[in-house]
């Protein structure tokens, strides 16, 4: 391994932090303003990724961004959805606050084109924020849509399967999403700053 490469392994474990790494970071509210008091910043990263890793699609996910699609969406904004696991259900995001009209879903066949279509929707700077559902990812793929995202000055979320979450990422934040009694748990892996050592729950 060369310097450069064990200096960007070292960069990415998400037990190091930087003093002051957070000072001026930019974000956006999730929209649930306990999980806001958790997060350095008080919300979702802008210009950088954000992890969410899942024991499988479908345990209450979207709960988490939902707030934040509907805010944006309701300001003017875009919000793209690449390769979501289901057809999103139109009349469900409109109950949440969804403007449909302002939300672009992609499908593409492949999980190449899901890598390049999620990296083309983060770099072209009209998309607020890019939901993305990816499969899987190398340390170059998600370097890609972290640079890509940090072009664009967008919020990528990615939905990852759980058993990624010991690959090292240059995702600004980090998130485990897991079922619990009554509704949903999220314990924040990796952040820019002190990690909180409580998860975070909210009813489903």
């Known amino acids: 391994m060369s310097r450069e490469q064990a200096l960007a392994a070292l960069l990415d474990d998400p037990k ?4 002051g790494e957070h000072a001026g970071l930019r974000t956006e509210t999730t929209g649930h303003p306990d999980f806001d008091r958790l997060l350095p910043g008080g919300g979702w990263p802008v210009g950088a990724l954000s992890e969410l890793l899942l024991p499988h699609p479908g345990v209450g996910e979207l709960q988490l961004v939902l707030p934040w699609l509907a805010r944006l969406t309701q300001a003017g904004g875009r919000a793209a959805l690449v390769g979501p696991p289901h057809l999103p259900y ?27 279509a999620a ?6 700077a009209c998309f607020g924020t890019v939901l993305a559902w990816p499969g899987r990812l190398d340390g170059q793929d998600l370097r ?16 990852r399967d759980l ?24 314990r924040i892996l990796k952040c820019r700053g002190r990690v909180p050592s409580q998860p975070f729950r909210w009813a489903a």
């Open 16 to 19: 190091l932090w930087c003093g």
């Open 90 to 116: 139109a009349p469900a995001l409109a109950d949440a606050g969804v403007v449909l009209s302002r939300l672009l879903v992609v499908n593409p066949e492949s999980e190449g084109a899901r890598h390049w």
């Open 119 to 124: 990296e083309q929707l983060l770099r072209a």
């Open 144 to 159: 890609r849509l972290q640079l890509a995202a940090e072009t664009g000055h967008a919020i990528g979320i990615l939905f």
């Open 163 to 186: 058993g990624q979450e010991s690959q090292a990422s240059p995702a600004a934040l980090r998130i485990r999403l897991e079922s619990v009694a009554g509704g949903l748990s999220a």
